[in-house]
């Protein structure tokens, strides 16, 4: 059982990190040119928001740590054992909560750049600030599906989460609370 978990938490892993790195690549390289007047032309790009300045930095930065933890999982399912052992409990527990961090940064990311988006959709009259979106189109089509990815990979780092807490928990005895199971 152990083996193939660790082959789905691989898996997963490494679809997270795609979908991070295809995140991170459509926000930052998303630009529009338009030209407004006659000879003036305005070029917009994810700096523009700063939520998306985030968003490309904290997914990078995920995307970073989740291919460390891949290769992680890949060692250990290549070796056949599992490198978290009852004396490495402590390291477990780093492994859950980094990934937890990990998962909160994101959707907190994705949320933030969301919210900026519908605000770059809809406009403010009392702020008078324009609608970006119907004059750069293609650029908030673009930004739109970046933040559709996002998500996914919320959900796919959501369920490494689970994985990574059932790695921690099942060193621990389902009888006493808290206590670490006798070794066998």
């Not at 599906?145 to 796919?156: H, N, Q, R």
């Amino acid at each position: 059982m152990a083996a193939s978990l660790g082959k789905v938490e691989a898996l997963l892993r490494a679809c997270a990190v795609l979908m991070l790195v295809l995140t991170a690549c459509l926000v930052g390289m998303d630009t529009q040119t338009k030209a407004i007047v006659f000879t003036y032309k305005k070029k917009v790009t994810y700096k523009y928001l700063n939520a998306l300045t985030a968003m490309v930095y904290i997914d990078v930065a995920a995307a970073a740590y989740s291919l460390l933890q891949l290769s992680r999982c890949t060692i250990s399912v290549w070796s056949h054992k599992n490198l978290i052992t009852y004396d490495q409990k402590n390291l477990a527990w780093g492994f859950f909560l980094l990934d937890q961090v990990v998962v909160y940064a994101v959707f907190a990311v994705n949320s933030a750049a969301a919210q900026a988006a519908l605000l770059a959709v809809t406009g403010s009259k009392g702020l008078q600030w324009m609608k970006w979106c119907n004059r750069f189109t293609r650029f908030c089509i673009q930004i739109g599906g970046s933040l559709f990815c996002g998500y996914v990979t919320c959900f796919l780092l959501a369920t490494v989460s689970f994985t990574s807490a059932f790695n921690l928990f099942r060193l621990y005895s389902p009888t006493q609370f808290m206590q670490l199971k006798r070794k066998t």
